[in-house]
């Protein structure tokens, strides 16, 4: 009788907590992704070559977290990050309903656009979203939200750098192929676009098309594409790769191919040998070294180390003192790229060089030297703030 | 009698022969070319270049100043040059990734950063053992130590922190945090005052090294750069303490710092990428390392004017002078 007695009390002091509420001295990051992505899919060729060789980009995270493990000992503070897999993106605004109810407010999120334009949807506040593969500009325009922030670049900072590098070589004729999909439409307007704000000239815009059908051959065939009236350079819009991987050597005229293509426009390189890359790059490989690290890999990296260096630099775990910090001009990422980086108020894009490189090299870092800007050199590459069209309303 | 007094005045004078070859050359470690370019510092020539391990960076003199021991960060190993027969004639195997390092007072052992693997090792010179390796943050790299060898300090460039690592138990102590990316540490020679190069913030931390707290921190902007674009590195105090010659990395200057006032009297402009500098004996001369120019600036400090600038190998880390006693 009297056993049973103490049971009792005993379950009624002992709080159980069902919901594994973290602790309250800790900064804790979700990262979530979806099963399935079709992004990361290998896109298996006729010949079984993989077209978008990339891992998920959760090794970039655990990089970072491996950078901050020693510094929060010090501290006397936990950090932890936490990776849920979902089905899609009903599931990841209800993974991050049920994590902030306990005590997260970072998430890390490996989504496309269809899940950022619905986060203005949900009333959250005082939690910092993440979008680490998402270079989609709507997002960073009429789609902002006060609480999400971007560390992959937008598309249209990607083609601003390559701009930038065709005045800077003085190639100006720009011949444009532009694929059959969506996102070669949308690829092909921001170069329009840079193209435009840099003052350079595409003589001729050509829609491919990826086929055989000799009945198509004026959309299909690489001579003929590449035939008419003179360029400098191939702008090529082709998010699939399938065509572009045989333009190249292929084209009419002896002339170089940029875009999708050739010379691209990376977040990050595995061959980046300035500013301490190597050291990154080497880090990364031992995480994961059956692959290299990859754009999706920095910003995810960039991400993590946003939350917990200003964790630590604001000598903060409250999740608003935190946002505040990074929001701040106290705030500068070393993100191996050079200078420091830091977010862009009015869009929260994290401003940051592009790296020009081939397959194996960095050609050129961007933004180019000589391309000036009032306040910030590396807001020449992307929107800038007076004709941003992105207003937070829910601040 | 006569005889004995003979042939120990012989062994005297053979024994003094072994000391420092006071060569008056210049030897710049080269990154990419993996080799010690040798610089005759009358003449001002190159005379020489002496092949080493992958990727040597920093150097120091033994005791007796006959031997050169190069940190080579892609072989693993300090390579031992032979100054006189300017040649490698050993090495002792570190962590990955050696990068800068320290004699002990007594020379018995080095402290070395190994980046790759965010530790300070301790080396036993003599038998060539790894004592010790203490944890640091990630990307060591500057490493002190003081004096009476006591205590090391090292910087962890990721965690943005110094370390103050007890010599004797081998342990850390305690942790000060500094600017953004600290590279280098250097103190005033009556050892109160720590300065750190924090590389990425564009600034110098001064610390009081008996409380360990941040006391100033100095910023630089020569002419035609902005902030952003200055990175110091490298850094010297003078033997009096009156003076730093700090470079400023990507900002292509060296900047020279009043110490008392922690004022910025000049700005010298160099090469490309100013890293590292070194005194000459009587400090009127101040050489530095372009690593992005491949060649070394030799500046006039009396006039504060730079004399010349000579090609080396590419990537050049570091300059060591051999002057003459």
Redesign the interface.
């Given at each position: 009788m009297k056993f049973k007695i103490i049971y009792l009390i005993l379950i009624l002091i002992i709080p159980i907590n069902f919901g594994f509420t973290k602790d309250l001295e800790s900064v804790n990051i979700a990262y979530i992704e979806i099963e399935n992505d079709s992004r990361y899919d290998p896109d298996v060729a006729y010949t079984r070559i993989q077209l978008k060789p990339t891992g998920r980009p959760f090794a970039g995270a655990l990089v970072a977290y491996?950078?901050s493990e020693?510094?929060f000992d010090?501290l006397g503070k936990e950090i932890e990050i936490s990776r849920f897999v979902v089905k899609d993106n009903e599931e990841i605004l209800n993974k991050i309903k049920e994590l902030v109810s306990q005590n997260t407010h970072f998430f890390i999120i490996d989504a496309d656009s269809s899940f950022f334009k619905k986060i203005p949807e949900f009333d959250l506040k005082n939690i910092a979203i993440f979008n680490i593969t998402e270079p989609d500009d709507s997002l960073r325009q009429e789609n902002c939200d006060s609480r999400v922030f971007h560390t992959i670049p937008s598309y249209s900072m990607l083609s601003d750098a390559l701009a930038q590098y065709l005045v800077f070589k003085n190639w100006k004729k720009i011949l444009l192929l532009k694929g059959p999909y969506e996102e070669d439409t949308i690829i092909a307007d921001s170069f329009i676009n840079s193209s435009n704000k840099y003052g350079l000239d595409i003589i001729e815009t050509k829609d491919f098309i990826l086929s055989n059908d000799p009945r198509k051959r004026e959309e299909n065939n690489l001579a003929l594409l590449t035939i008419g009236k003179k360029y400098d350079v191939i702008y090529l819009a082709d998010s699939d790769g399938e065509f572009g991987r045989y333009l190249p050597y292929s084209t009419k005229n002896p002339n170089l191919v940029i875009g999708s293509t050739g010379l691209t426009a990376e977040t990050w390189h595995w061959s980046f040998e300035r500013h301490?890359a190597p050291?990154l790059n080497?880090?990364f490989a031992d995480i994961d070294d059956s692959r290299r690290m990859s754009n999706f890999d920095w910003a995810a990296w960039a991400a993590v180390n946003t939350i917990f260096k200003s964790s630590m630099?604001s000598k903060s775990v409250d999740s608003k003192k935190i946002i505040d910090f990074f929001k701040s001009d106290k705030f500068?990422l070393?993100g191996f790229k050079g200078?420091?980086l830091s977010f862009r108020l009015w869009d929260n894009q994290m401003r940051q060089p592009i790296l020009l490189s081939t397959h194996n090299a960095l050609i050129y870092k961007t933004p180019i030297e000589g391309f000036l800007h009032e306040k910030?050199?590396l807001d020449t590459l992307g929107s800038d703030e007076l004709e941003t069209r992105c207003s937070f309303t829910n601040k | 009698m006569l005889n004995k007094i003979i042939c120990i005045l012989i062994f005297i004078t053979l024994c003094s022969g072994l000391n420092a070859k006071n060569t008056g050359l210049i030897f710049v470690s080269n990154e990419k070319t993996h080799d010690l370019t040798v610089i005759d510092s009358e003449t001002l020539e190159v005379i020489n270049s002496i092949p080493t391990s992958k990727r040597p960076r920093d150097m120091h003199f033994n005791q007796d100043r006959t031997l050169i021991y190069v940190a080579c960060g892609d072989n693993d190993v300090i390579d031992i040059v032979d100054i006189e027969k300017q040649e490698v004639i050993g090495s002792l195997d570190t962590g990955p990734s050696p990068e800068a390092f320290m004699f002990s007072p007594d020379y018995n052992y080095i402290y070395v950063s190994n980046?790759?693997d965010?530790t300070l090792g301790v080396l036993d010179v003599n038998d060539n053992i790894i004592v010790e390796t203490i944890?640091?943050?990630?990307?060591p790299e500057g490493v002190l130590a003081t004096k009476s060898g006591k205590i090391v300090y090292v910087t962890s460039?990721?965690?943005d922190?110094v370390h103050v690592v007890d010599a004797e138990g081998l342990f850390v102590t305690e942790?000060i945090?500094v600017g953004?990316?600290p590279r280098r540490l250097a103190m005033t020679p009556d050892e109160k005052e720590l300065w750190v190069s924090a590389e990425?913030?564009g600034e110098m931390y001064i610390i009081d090294t008996s409380t360990y707290e941040v006391t100033d921190i100095i910023n630089f902007l020569p002419p035609g750069f902005?902030p952003?674009d200055v990175t110091p590195v490298g850094f010297r105090i003078n033997k009096e303490g009156t003076k730093a010659y700090v470079g400023l990395g990507r900002a292509n200057h060296v900047g020279i710092v009043d110490v008392k006032s922690r004022e910025v009297e000049d700005y010298i402009l160099v090469g490309s990428r100013a890293w590292e500098v070194e005194f000459s004996k009587d400090e009127n001369t101040l050489y530095v390392a372009n690593g992005l120019s491949d060649d070394i600036s030799i500046i006039n400090l009396e006039n504060n004017e730079v004399v010349k600038s000579i090609a080396v190998g590419r990537v050049p880390y570091k300059v060591l002078i051999d002057y003459i006693e």
């Open positions: 491996g950078e020693k510094l010090i301490g050291q080497s880090r630099k500068g070393d200078p420091r910030n050199d | 980046e790759e965010s944890p640091t943050g990630a990307e460039e990721v965690a922190m942790n945090f953004t990316r990425l913030s902005r952003e």
